[in-house]
């Protein structure tokens, strides 16, 4: 592509204006006056020229990466199993393509950002204890025998038994050869062994938030390996990371599909497949499986997080987001499907073999990835080389996601700086900062309190609640305080078509009104935080969450009240300049060349001269 060049008066810009492309013409917005915005010529001194992927398929695979995780993975068939099977699969699918897909095509063109920042920052913070955790178990799996899988080891006690035989509780009593006569009292009180070694070795978890005990070594180490990845993978931007997507996006979906012809090979996995896709209409009647779809929408497309805002804004101005913000949704909601698949097989072979209802083997989060699965893998044969398939998968699953989200908030860190302050290394320090300040905080989550910790971000840093919020206002400012109508002719300057009109319906009524009927009902019934419904967490815990949920809610009106009161004029004034779009040298190179640059911003529909919106560069 043949760049324009600015000339020292304001700008010369080799472009082709067109009046039609690939067959769709571009009518004038009907709700303000033309561009409304202010133009700054020639480039900014300096400034280094902003980095832009290589490849469009780069960007798409880091959005894949990215959203694609440990939600779509595990969280999605849990919450589709727990509210009544395909039916939900039924609202996580057709929901998207109704409202989640226009914020998550927002999300690329804007983001909130300090709340996002914020959001993204505890993120950041905590989710990366997920994949320490699977680097451990990845770790642990080459050996002989997968050291979850028996009760010889030094963290088991005396209550753990390798096999339960509930079936035979019918007769009163249960034979086990290594274990001798049990009776089912005893049953009752005995533990699995991938449990023990779940909160006895890995967790070494203590009795409360208030006790954090000693510090796990061998979890710390595996911390810092995985932050190590991290840096690596971020340090030189999204030129290097464009390329490592291609692999850490690609591998987990080949691990998928290997599972998954392993799994409904095994005894019990057709009852399990029939309990995920069975219907159970009832519970459309019932308000929480609405929460649950709704926070998992957003959980799954990372919305709200401001990382896909981050990467949308190394694509060139003209670039078709409109087009890859389907794409992607499609692929998030259909991997999450695929997996519901995987993962029933499995727990429906876990069923099958402890002759139990499935029911009794499912659960959510962690408890799913490091409980229900690992004890599956030890009932296969060469269980091994399965457990290093699925915990690499783990792995990759949540690293891309990682280090997208660290691209994100280092992204939105650097554009704050002034130009004059730009430095050689700049990049690469920030980034180091960042990751170091996040392994500080996760020092506090690998003690034998740590799983209280980590707990307490997930539940109230970067949950429902914050992510519905800040949903919410991102619809208010597009639709009521930027202009829906505006928008739209800012996204047919960039893409060359206006998108469908339910984007605008949907930003100005639906999305918002769902958001925060959702974020209504789940602050009226919200509960006290409970680790395994049986701990109750302190009050100065709960208030240590709420500030930290405070703390990316509150971003949006104190950043309002700030800007407003620091504007000049009277209020009428001072809003039309806050909300006047800027629009910079790089985006006039797309500009009409034969159109008085001045004049762009008084243009008026429907007027002979603002005929065309079109802008192309020249090949």
């Given at each position: 592509?043949?760049?324009?060049?600015?000339?020292?008066?304001?700008?010369?810009?080799?472009?082709?204006?067109?009046?039609?492309?690939?067959?769709?013409?571009?009518?004038?917005?009907?709700?303000?006056?033309?561009?409304?915005?202010?133009?700054?010529?020639?480039?900014?001194?300096?400034?280094?020229?902003?980095?832009?992927?290589?490849?469009?398929?780069?960007?798409?695979?880091?959005?894949?990466?990215?959203?694609?995780?440990?939600?779509?993975?595990?969280?999605?068939?849990?919450?589709?199993?727990?509210?009544?099977?395909?039916?939900?699969?039924?609202?996580?699918?057709?929901?998207?393509?109704?409202?989640?897909?226009?914020?998550?095509?927002?999300?690329?063109?804007?983001?909130?950002?300090?709340?996002?920042?914020?959001?993204?920052?505890?993120?950041?913070?905590?989710?990366?204890?997920?994949?320490?955790?699977?680097?451990?178990?990845?770790?642990?799996?080459?050996?002989?025998?997968?050291?979850?899988?028996?009760?010889?080891?030094?963290?088991?006690?005396?209550?753990?038994?390798?096999?339960?035989?509930?079936?035979?509780?019918?007769?009163?009593?249960?034979?086990?050869?290594?274990?001798?006569?049990?009776?089912?009292?005893?049953?009752?009180?005995?533990?699995?062994?991938?449990?023990?070694?779940?909160?006895?070795?890995?967790?070494?978890?203590?009795?409360?938030?208030?006790?954090?005990?000693?510090?796990?070594?061998?979890?710390?180490?595996?911390?810092?390996?995985?932050?190590?990845?991290?840096?690596?993978?971020?340090?030189?931007?999204?030129?290097?990371?464009?390329?490592?997507?291609?692999?850490?996006?690609?591998?987990?979906?080949?691990?998928?599909?290997?599972?998954?012809?392993?799994?409904?090979?095994?005894?019990?996995?057709?009852?399990?497949?029939?309990?995920?896709?069975?219907?159970?209409?009832?519970?459309?009647?019932?308000?929480?499986?609405?929460?649950?779809?709704?926070?998992?929408?957003?959980?799954?497309?990372?919305?709200?997080?401001?990382?896909?805002?981050?990467?949308?804004?190394?694509?060139?101005?003209?670039?078709?987001?409109?087009?890859?913000?389907?794409?992607?949704?499609?692929?998030?909601?259909?991997?999450?499907?695929?997996?519901?698949?995987?993962?029933?097989?499995?727990?429906?072979?876990?069923?099958?073999?402890?002759?139990?209802?499935?029911?009794?083997?499912?659960?959510?989060?962690?408890?799913?990835?490091?409980?229900?699965?690992?004890?599956?893998?030890?009932?296969?044969?060469?269980?091994?080389?399965?457990?290093?398939?699925?915990?690499?998968?783990?792995?990759?699953?949540?690293?891309?996601?990682?280090?997208?989200?660290?691209?994100?908030?280092?992204?939105?860190?650097?554009?704050?700086?002034?130009?004059?302050?730009?430095?050689?290394?700049?990049?690469?320090?920030?980034?180091?900062?960042?990751?170091?300040?996040?392994?500080?905080?996760?020092?506090?989550?690998?003690?034998?309190?740590?799983?209280?910790?980590?707990?307490?971000?997930?539940?109230?840093?970067?949950?429902?609640?914050?992510?519905?919020?800040?949903?919410?206002?991102?619809?208010?400012?597009?639709?009521?305080?930027?202009?829906?109508?505006?928008?739209?002719?800012?996204?047919?300057?960039?893409?060359?078509?206006?998108?469908?009109?339910?984007?605008?319906?949907?930003?100005?009524?639906?999305?918002?009104?769902?958001?925060?009927?959702?974020?209504?009902?789940?602050?009226?019934?919200?509960k006290p935080l409970t680790y395994n419904n049986v701990y109750v967490y302190p009050w100065w815990g709960e208030v240590i969450g709420w500030c930290m949920a405070?703390?990316?809610?509150?971003?949006?009106?104190?950043?309002?009240?700030?800007?407003?009161?620091?504007?000049?004029?009277?209020?009428?004034?001072?809003?039309?300049?806050?909300?006047?779009?800027?629009?910079?040298?790089?985006?006039?190179?797309?500009?009409?060349?034969?159109?008085?640059?001045?004049?762009?911003?008084?243009?008026?529909?429907?007027?002979?001269?603002?005929?065309?919106?079109?802008?192309?560069?020249?090949?």
């Amino acid at each position: 592509m043949e760049k324009s060049s600015l000339d020292a008066d304001c700008c010369a810009l080799n472009t082709v204006l067109v009046e039609e492309k690939r067959g769709h013409l571009i009518p004038n917005g009907n709700a303000h006056q033309g561009v409304n915005g202010t133009l700054i010529c020639g480039p900014i001194s300096g400034y280094p020229e902003r980095e832009t992927w290589t490849r469009q398929m780069d960007f798409m695979m880091s959005c894949v990466g990215f959203a694609v995780g440990l939600g779509n993975v595990w969280r999605f068939p849990y919450l589709c199993y727990k509210n009544g099977g395909d039916v939900n699969h039924n609202i996580w699918e057709d929901k998207p393509l109704l409202v989640d897909f226009q914020l998550f095509f927002t999300e690329f063109v804007l983001g909130l950002g300090f709340a996002s920042m914020v959001i993204v920052f505890f993120c950041n913070t905590y989710y990366i204890m997920v994949l320490a955790w699977g680097f451990y178990y990845f770790i642990k799996s080459f050996s002989s025998t997968l050291p979850w899988s028996t009760c010889d080891n030094p963290w088991n006690t005396e209550n753990c038994i390798e096999i339960f035989r509930h079936g035979d509780c019918l007769n009163g009593t249960i034979g086990n050869s290594t274990f001798g006569n049990l009776t089912c009292e005893e049953l009752a009180n005995g533990r699995s062994p991938i449990i023990e070694f779940w909160e006895n070795k890995v967790l070494n978890i203590s009795d409360g938030l208030d006790e954090p005990g000693a510090m796990n070594w061998e979890m710390l180490l595996c911390l810092m390996a995985v932050w190590v990845m991290v840096y690596f993978c971020v340090w030189k931007g999204v030129k290097s990371t464009g390329k490592i997507v291609y692999f850490t996006a690609t591998f987990p979906y080949v691990v998928l599909i290997i599972l998954l012809v392993r799994g409904v090979t095994l005894p019990g996995a057709y009852d399990g497949i029939m309990y995920y896709v069975k219907p159970n209409w009832s519970k459309l009647g019932e308000a929480q499986v609405w929460i649950d779809a709704g926070t998992q929408i957003f959980f799954s497309y990372a919305i709200g997080l401001g990382a896909l805002t981050a990467l949308g804004s190394y694509n060139r101005f003209n670039n078709d987001c409109y087009k890859d913000a389907f794409v992607l949704a499609f692929i998030n909601s259909g991997t999450s499907f695929f997996s519901g698949f995987v993962v029933f097989s499995i727990l429906g072979f876990m069923a099958s073999e402890q002759g139990v209802d499935i029911s009794k083997v499912a659960e959510s989060g962690p408890g799913l990835a490091f409980i229900a699965y690992p004890k599956a893998v030890s009932m296969m044969p060469v269980a091994p080389v399965w457990a290093a398939l699925f915990f690499i998968m783990l792995l990759l699953l949540g690293l891309d996601s990682q280090f997208v989200g660290v691209e994100g908030f280092v992204t939105g860190i650097l554009d704050l700086f002034p130009g004059k302050y730009y430095m050689r290394y700049q990049r690469e320090i920030a980034v180091a900062i960042c990751c170091l300040l996040c392994f500080i905080i996760d020092i506090s989550m690998v003690t034998q309190g740590g799983m209280y910790v980590f707990q307490l971000f997930d539940y109230y840093s970067a949950s429902g609640m914050t992510l519905l919020w800040q949903a919410f206002w991102e619809c208010v400012v597009v639709a009521w305080v930027y202009g829906a109508d505006r928008f739209m002719d800012d996204i047919a300057r960039m893409i060359g078509y206006r998108p469908f009109p339910w984007m605008k319906w949907c930003w100005s009524f639906i999305t918002p009104c769902v958001c925060m009927g959702i974020f209504l009902f789940h602050l009226l019934n919200y509960k006290p935080l409970t680790y395994n419904n049986v701990y109750v967490y302190p009050w100065w815990g709960e208030v240590i969450g709420w500030c930290m949920a405070l703390s990316s809610m509150l971003c949006i009106p104190v950043s309002f009240v700030y800007k407003l009161s620091g504007a000049k004029g009277t209020f009428r004034e001072r809003w039309e300049i806050l909300t006047k779009p800027v629009w910079g040298a790089h985006h006039l190179e797309y500009m009409a060349p034969d159109t008085d640059i001045k004049s762009l911003a008084s243009l008026s529909p429907g007027t002979e001269e603002n005929k065309v919106i079109i802008f192309e560069s020249v090949m």
